[in-house]
């Protein structure tokens, strides 16, 4: 698994963020409010084609409902036996077509275009004295380093099968939660050897230290 | 944090880092203690040469001493002066200054793609998100690398991932390039690439090595043991008596074992 964003030149990668932040919202709105099952799937169809639209490798991409189709399966069997198939029917069109909108958005736009559209509604925390660049970067921590956690879980699991012949177990968690915390402050140092979550303050600025977070902010400042 | 860091502020106003200022670094007694445990001692260093190595066993405190020089580490005591400023008071303009590439590429990219990460040190800088990454593909396309641009990180090389890491560090134009044990995650190809570009750089560099061939053509070594500096002069002085001592402490660990018996 790597990183959500899918590179490519196509009409929806040149469409800046936050205009289709700004469609997303709007149509997952209209969505929720048609209730019209021809209308639905129309909608639905209409979605698959804005994949097509990509190519190839965006037909690909709709694999991303792949995780939630056992879900919407149970749904319209619960649906089903309560007598409401049409209702169930509903609902997955709903989900289906929402979900891989959203995923169309975030397949097609990088990181820090997203992180740029993401700034405006994040300005509000500048009362709370944080930098509205945080929030955003936060973000681009968790897409990148979902991966890297996937393999330290994954050497955890192969050691312990060495060790044991049997698939990992729930004994792993401490140590996967130690591990990840330790790769944590590694990054946290590598984020404030470039100028920390907030960035450079200009030159000769009075808040010189303050522009430092990450581990440098955490340690105790030794008197 | 020591008054003398209010007092320097006060005179000089602003971070007032000289960039020129030869020697960069002036160490003078210092000492470092992190959860009760001393790490650094007495350590006395002006640093001028434009190619430092720094070797040691694990644990004599290598580490520590080059992360004092870009503010990542305060030292408890002693003073020590970096641009002609005590770290203290320009902790925040030092990391634009002095570039640090940590040994693990993993642990060092904060994007997922490449372009991404290249162009984040010079966001940090306060530059525009196009005028980053239009400088970053500049940056990539000079090393050669242009066509990783858009691929993401997790998927790259070992030497691919080094690489990238040190060009979003030397982006910022650093006077300075920490290196902290560069090379131990890579093959011997990838580890000639980067030695070959770290050559031809102009900036200074202080790099931790295990690797003694990497570092037998700079201009000084300096060789730290159990948190002090054990001995400092020309590689053609230091290298061979640390390699002397490295084989002396492994015939006195296997007489060790071979006295106490088998397991």
């Given amino acids: ?223 | 944090m020591g008054f003398w860091k209010r007092k320097t502020m006060a005179k000089t106003g602003q971070s007032g880092l000289d960039l020129t200022s030869q020697p960069y670094a002036v160490f003078e007694d210092v000492g470092l203690e992190m959860n009760q445990t001393e790490i650094l001692q007495g350590v006395s260093l002006t640093l001028s040469e434009q190619r430092i190595g720094i070797v040691g066993l694990n644990g004599s405190g290598k580490s520590s001493l080059v992360r004092l020089l870009n503010g990542l580490r305060l030292p408890s005591t002693g003073s020590l002066k970096v641009f002609g400023q005590p770290v203290g008071a320009v902790r925040g303009q030092l990391p634009r200054h002095v570039g640090f590439v940590f040994q693990n590429p993993d642990h060092q990219a904060i994007f997922p793609t490449v372009e991404e990460e290249v162009a984040f040190g010079l966001t940090q800088l306060g530059n525009s998100k196009e005028d980053a990454r239009v400088a970053a593909r500049a940056l990539l396309r000079r090393y050669g690398v242009e066509a990783l641009a858009d691929k993401p990180f997790t998927g790259l090389s070992e030497g691919q991932k080094q690489l990238v890491c040190i060009l979003s560090v030397l982006v910022m134009d650093p006077e300075i390039l920490i290196l902290d044990e560069p090379m131990s995650s890579l093959d011997g190809l990838a580890t000639r690439r980067i030695a070959a570009l770290l050559r031809d750089l102009s900036q200074k560099l202080v790099m931790i090595s295990h690797d003694l061939s990497l570092i037998d053509g700079f201009d000084r070594i300096l060789w730290m043991e159990g948190g002090r500096l054990k001995m400092d002069g020309p590689p053609d002085a230091v290298l061979p008596a640390y390699e002397r001592d490295i084989n002396l402490k492994a015939q006195a660990a296997a007489a060790d074992q071979a006295s106490a018996g088998p397991l």
């Fill in chain 1, 1 to 223: 698994m790597m990183s959500l964003y899918v590179p490519g030149q196509s009409w929806l990668h040149r469409c800046p963020a936050g205009v289709k932040f700004v469609l997303l919202c709007v149509i997952s709105a209209v969505l929720l409010a048609m209730h019209d099952l021809w209308l639905l799937g129309l909608a639905f169809v209409a979605t698959l084609m804005l994949y097509a639209s990509l190519g190839p490798q965006g037909v690909r991409q709709v694999s991303a409902l792949k995780p939630l189709a056992f879900l919407l399966v149970i749904l319209f069997l619960f649906h089903l036996m309560t007598g409401d198939w049409q209702q169930g029917l509903r609902l997955i069109l709903h989900l289906g077509s929402m979900v891989l909108l959203a995923n169309l958005v975030t397949i097609t736009t990088r990181l820090d275009d997203m992180m740029a559209a993401l700034r405006p509604i994040f300005q509000p925390i500048r009362f709370l004295g944080l930098s509205p660049s945080v929030p955003a970067l936060a973000v681009a921590l968790v897409i990148r380093f979902v991966p890297e956690l996937l393999r330290v879980y994954n050497a955890l699991a192969e050691a312990y099968r060495a060790k044991t012949g049997a698939r990992g177990s729930y004994r792993l968690i401490a140590p996967f939660m130690i591990q990840a915390l330790a790769m944590s402050e590694n990054v946290a140092e590598a984020l404030s050897a470039r100028g920390g979550a907030s960035g450079f303050e200009p030159a000769g600025s009075a808040r010189d230290k303050n522009a430092v977070g990450g581990a440098a902010m955490k340690e105790e400042i030794p008197s």
